[in-house]
């Protein structure tokens, strides 16, 4: 009976506490940077140049493509 107790009492903190703050911080703010910024030429970053002469890039965000894009 206390397994299901603990049970019960950690599924309702979790969704009335733990996923309402998840929500609301996803729908004030991006804070890992993933949707994509229009205005952005491109999602690569200048590193430099290789000792052969080659160019040094990586990408700086990876942007998922959904439907219809």
Do not use: C, Q
Request: hydrophobic share 45%; charged share 20%; glycine share 10%.
């Amino acid at each position: 009976m206390k397994d299901l107790a603990r049970w019960v009492l950690l599924a309702f903190v979790y969704f009335v506490v733990v996923t309402p703050i998840g929500v609301v911080g996803r729908l004030l703010s991006d804070p890992l940077h993933r949707r994509p910024d229009r205005r952005a030429d491109t999602y690569w970053t200048w590193l430099g140049e290789s000792d052969g002469g080659a160019p040094l890039v990586r990408a700086t965000t990876t942007v998922a493509a959904g439907p219809g894009r």
